[in-house]
């Protein structure tokens, strides 16, 4: 049997990343390690590792089913829609998502509007927080106290490592356990699940609108939550370069959603959060 050609898979989802791109799907990006220089890399070969979402022989979450279909020799599809790959069946409406959010928002008349596909939004918002470079916080604080960072001096030989980016014993069981926590939300089980419900019952959004020259950055860890001076937290996620989703305590029967028009001054303290919160680089609009 010829071996699996290895895939590169975006932990920041391509059509997510769309709402930035330009030209040929190409995006502005400002790595870290570079502060203040900008260049262009295209969306396919951003945001990603390869192979980080594949289910390999001899990994502690394998089933038997995963090994039937491992080691069968059958042909593998890969599906599109409108010339895109899809990474994963939470992205198949996005571009549709953000095409409804902006012609409401950015139409509106009043400062708030009548809420609308919530579900969805939540289920993004939080699929792209456990997602991203730098997975959900209380997972990762809790990962890391728990293992005490001694798994992080166990060095893997490279010939013996499942995927090359994972080179300690802590890489490879975080990677072990965030694979088993999307397996288990596609299912609608698990403790990702669990945080979705959570948060349905007891959140909602607010959408900021920038309308001067500076517009949201978003990064490689676009859905995070972050503690507000008052002690407060906020999730955030942005939608768009005009667009901001922040993520907050919700009123009892509350069933609309705030929209707030804000100013540059207050943009660019959202975009100093966001790049705090990244871990490799930024996108630009």
Same mark, same amino acid.
């Given at each position: 049997?010829? +071996?699996?050609q290895?895939?590169?898979?975006?932990? *920041?989802?391509?059509?997510?990343?769309?709402?930035?791109?330009? =030209?040929?799907?190409?995006?502005?990006?400002?790595? %870290?390690?570079? &502060?203040? +220089?900008?260049?262009?890399?295209?969306?396919?070969? @951003?945001?990603?590792?390869?192979?980080?979402?594949?289910?390999?022989a =001899?990994? &502690?979450?394998?089933? +038997?089913?995963?090994?039937?279909?491992?080691?069968? &020799?059958?042909?593998?599809?890969?599906?599109?829609?409108?010339? #895109?790959?899809?990474?994963?069946?939470?992205? #198949?409406?996005?571009?549709?998502?953000?095409?409804?959010? +902006?012609?409401?928002?950015?139409?509106?008349?009043?400062?708030?509007?009548?809420?609308?596909?919530?579900?969805?939004?939540?289920?993004?918002?939080?699929? %792209?927080?456990?997602?991203?470079?730098?997975?959900?916080q209380?997972?990762?604080?809790?990962?890391?106290?728990?293992?005490?960072?001694? %798994?992080?001096?166990?060095?893997?030989?490279?010939?013996?490592?499942?995927?090359?980016? /994972?080179?300690?014993?802590?890489?490879?069981?975080?990677?072990?356990?965030? %694979? #088993?926590?999307?397996?288990?939300?596609?299912?609608?089980?698990?403790? @990702?699940?669990?945080?979705?419900?959570?948060?349905?019952?007891?959140?909602?959004?607010?959408?900021? @609108?920038?309308?001067?020259?500076?517009?949201?950055?978003? $990064?490689?860890?676009?859905?995070?939550?972050?503690?507000?001076?008052?002690?407060? /937290? *906020?999730?955030?996620?942005?939608?768009? &370069?005009?667009?901001l989703?922040?993520? =907050?305590?919700?009123?009892?029967?509350?069933?609309?959603?705030? *929209?707030?028009?804000?100013?540059?001054?207050? *943009?660019?303290?959202?975009?100093?959060?966001?790049?705090?919160?990244a871990?490799?680089?930024?996108?630009? $609009?």
């Amino acid at each position: 049997m010829n +071996e699996t050609q290895a895939k590169y898979h975006h932990l *920041v989802p391509q059509t997510y990343m769309s709402a930035w791109a330009h =030209g040929n799907g190409t995006l502005n990006i400002e790595f %870290l390690r570079s &502060p203040g +220089e900008i260049v262009e890399r295209n969306k396919e070969r @951003i945001a990603g590792i390869t192979d980080f979402h594949s289910i390999k022989a =001899g990994m &502690p979450i394998c089933t +038997e089913s995963d090994a039937n279909i491992i080691f069968e &020799p059958i042909l593998s599809y890969i599906v599109e829609y409108e010339d #895109n790959v899809l990474e994963s069946p939470l992205e #198949n409406n996005w571009a549709l998502q953000v095409a409804k959010i +902006e012609s409401t928002l950015l139409n509106a008349s009043n400062d708030s509007i009548a809420m609308f596909d919530r579900e969805y939004l939540m289920k993004f918002f939080i699929a %792209l927080d456990w997602r991203g470079f730098s997975s959900n916080q209380f997972f990762e604080k809790m990962y890391k106290n728990l293992t005490s960072n001694l %798994l992080g001096n166990i060095e893997i030989p490279l010939n013996e490592r499942i995927l090359p980016s /994972l080179e300690t014993a802590l890489d490879e069981i975080r990677h072990f356990l965030l %694979l #088993n926590f999307y397996r288990q939300y596609l299912n609608d089980t698990g403790v @990702i699940f669990k945080e979705m419900i959570a948060n349905l019952k007891h959140t909602n959004f607010h959408f900021f @609108i920038a309308d001067g020259p500076t517009k949201f950055i978003t $990064s490689d860890s676009p859905a995070f939550t972050y503690m507000r001076e008052d002690k407060n /937290l *906020v999730g955030l996620l942005p939608i768009t &370069p005009r667009i901001l989703m922040a993520k =907050g305590k919700c009123k009892k029967d509350d069933n609309i959603y705030y *929209v707030t028009h804000i100013t540059d001054k207050a *943009v660019k303290n959202y975009n100093d959060i966001i790049r705090s919160n990244a871990q490799e680089f930024i996108i630009h $609009s």
